[in-house]
T-cell receptor, first 116, second 108 residues
Framework: SAVISQKPSRDICQRGTSLTIQCQVD?????MFWYRQQPGQSLTLIAT?????????ESGFVIDKFPISRPNLTFSTLTVSNMSPEDSSIYLC?????????????FGPGTRLLVL | DAKTTQPTSMDCAEGRAANLPCNHS???????VYWYRQIHSQGPQYIIH?????ETNEMASLIITEDRKSSTLILPHATLRDTAVYYC?????????WGAGTKLIIKP
């Protein structure tokens, strides 16, 4: 497996501001993923971030709202831009580790965001 | 959309085996079944995965039917710390498509 950390662990933000969430892994990984989990809901994939290429966004998520950086094989950031109360969620990063049966994803602890 | 259906909630007595069912009738031949759990809004924790053979690790066993249309996750000796939401997921290419999961409550 991998040890994954996220910063901040939680934050309370004002609407209209932006927050950048960091994800750090203790080993080099090719694939990193960003998810959103709205209150009481399951996980929804925001985007896939591979080093050396632009992030690939899922339907309903756009780069202007959720810009992602992936400067190296151990680090990624997700920015939640121009926040509104609807952005209040847990944001999770995960990494894909290759194995005999292809990639298994391991998750960070999450960033709990409350937008007022 | 999720390719799996699970009971919304289940109870299990502490020390007993917890058997969590999952239906994935539209699964394709090369798609894996993954199980994760999420304890009290922590990050999801990987449990086990399989393709067609039964699998066992230190956490659980995964029993997949011969037609691959359903599976069961078995926690052999449930403890109070196993109370969590358990997600059965069919991985499509590299993506995990999450359903609503089963809330498992272990009772003393």
């Amino acid at each position: 497996s991998a040890v994954i950390s996220q910063k901040p662990s939680r934050d309370i933000c004002q609407r209209g501001t932006s927050l950048t969430i960091q994800c750090q892994v203790d080993s080099q990984v090719t694939m990193m993923f960003w998810y959103r989990q709205q209150p009481g809901q399951s996980l929804t994939l925001i985007a896939t971030a591979n080093q050396g290429s632009e992030a690939t966004y899922e339907s309903g998520f756009v780069i202007d709202k959720f810009p992602i950086s992936r400067p190296n094989l151990t680090f990624s950031t997700l920015t939640v831009s121009n926040m509104s109360p609807e952005d209040s969620s847990i944001y999770l990063c995960s990494v894909g580790l290759a194995g005999l049966s292809r990639e298994t994803q391991y998750f960070g602890p999450g960033t709990r965001l409350l937008v007022l | 959309d999720a390719k799996t259906t699970q009971p919304t909630s289940m109870d299990c007595a502490e020390g007993r085996a917890a058997n969590l069912p999952c239906n994935h009738s539209t699964i394709s031949g090369n798609e894996y079944v993954y199980w994760y759990r999420q304890i009290h809004s922590q990050g999801p924790q990987y449990i086990i995965h399989g393709l067609k053979n039964n699998e066992t690790n230190e956490m659980a066993s995964l029993i997949i039917t011969e037609d691959r249309k359903s599976s069961t996750l078995i926690l052999p000796h449930a403890t109070l710390r196993d109370t969590a939401v358990y997600y059965c997921i069919v991985r499509v290419n590299y993506q995990l498509i999450w359903g609503a999961g089963t809330k498992l409550i272990i009772k003393p």
